[in-house]
């Protein structure tokens, strides 16, 4: 497995992106994965301990730029059973990017819990894409893919298994939310 690369740095009460956080469309454009598990990681010391995500919804108001962003937190609703977190991320005048989160109790019939187990594949069964997914950006070359059935722009079904060797922080573990939406903005290329 390879080095874990840091996307982001926080600076005092701002969040400053490393160029590993870039996507392929610009050497000045985050990846939309990128800044999903960053409003994830926003949301993260918001959540109660006994809640899970259950929907996590995310709004790009267009490409999030290589700046200085200023994230921001609030809790609009708490309960036993629910609760609702909205975050955002700035620049020095503009919301970029917002996101809600909806937690809901653990064992509660919602979120992770609502999964049924499915033999999701390894990675020794599955093939690299093509050099060019890793190489298309700094971002894509830290996620480690294995296609284990469709293909890069096939129509169809697909399956992919996934690895991410980033971390939003230095020294912070990030959490499967924030894991799975790095990837799940990845995976679009496939299975169209």
Known sequence: MAEATVLFHRANDAIDPTEHAVGPWSDERLHGGAVAGLLAEVIEPHRPPEQQVGVFRLELFGPVPFVRLRPKAEVVRTGKKMSVIDASLSDETTVLA?????????????????????DSGRPDDGVEPPSRVRSSSPFFAGIDFRVLEGGL???????????????????????????LLAVADSAYGYGM
């Open 98 to 118: 917002r996101a809600t989160a909806i937690t809901v109790r653990a064992g509660s019939g919602g979120g992770p819990d609502a999964i049924s187990n499915v």
């Open 153 to 179: 722009g096939a129509p169809g079904p697909a399956r992919l298994w996934a690895r991410i060797n980033h971390v939003w922080f230095a020294g912070e573990t990030p959490t499967p939310v924030t894991r």
